[in-house]
């Protein structure tokens, strides 16, 4: 019994260690998708490895195949992002830098 490949999500994470690589990326694909098709697109430096991450949300009727396409395009230079640690990264972007509450507390 063969299995069924896993579905593609459609939010595509890559991971780039130069920014001039991940705005490449991110132009290309923004010239290649429909504005339909690309619903998102970001770029954000991950704070604690200095690399950079694109981030391309697709929209739900976008062909499996657009997505394959995609996908080729981020790999020529880029790493693949688990979905789980692309959400971890988003998270840990919209935290803030400073000090926990806590903390701050304790030194004022």
């Given at each position: 019994?063969?299995?069924?490949?896993?579905?593609?999500?459609?939010?595509?994470?890559?991971?780039f260690?130069?920014?001039?690589?991940?705005?490449?990326?991110?132009?290309?694909?923004?010239?290649?998708?429909?504005?339909?098709?690309?619903?998102?697109?970001?770029?954000?430096r991950?704070?604690?490895?200095?690399?950079?991450?694109?981030?391309?949300?697709?929209?739900?009727?976008?062909?499996?195949?657009?997505?394959?396409?995609?996908r080729?395009?981020?790999?020529?230079?880029?790493?693949?992002?688990?979905?789980?640690?692309?959400?971890d990264?988003?998270?840990?972007?919209?935290k803030?830098?400073?000090?926990?509450?806590?903390?701050?507390?304790?030194?004022?």
């Amino acid at each position: 019994m063969e299995r069924e490949p896993a579905p593609i999500p459609t939010s595509l994470g890559y991971e780039f260690a130069r920014e001039e690589e991940a705005r490449a990326a991110a132009s290309d694909l923004d010239k290649r998708f429909t504005e339909t098709e690309l619903t998102g697109l970001r770029i954000f430096r991950v704070r604690w490895n200095g690399n950079y991450l694109v981030e391309a949300a697709f929209s739900d009727g976008t062909p499996k195949s657009r997505l394959e396409d995609a996908r080729a395009l981020l790999g020529e230079s880029g790493t693949p992002v688990h979905p789980d640690d692309l959400t971890d990264y988003k998270k840990a972007t919209q935290k803030g830098t400073g000090l926990p509450n806590w903390l701050r507390r304790f030194f004022n």
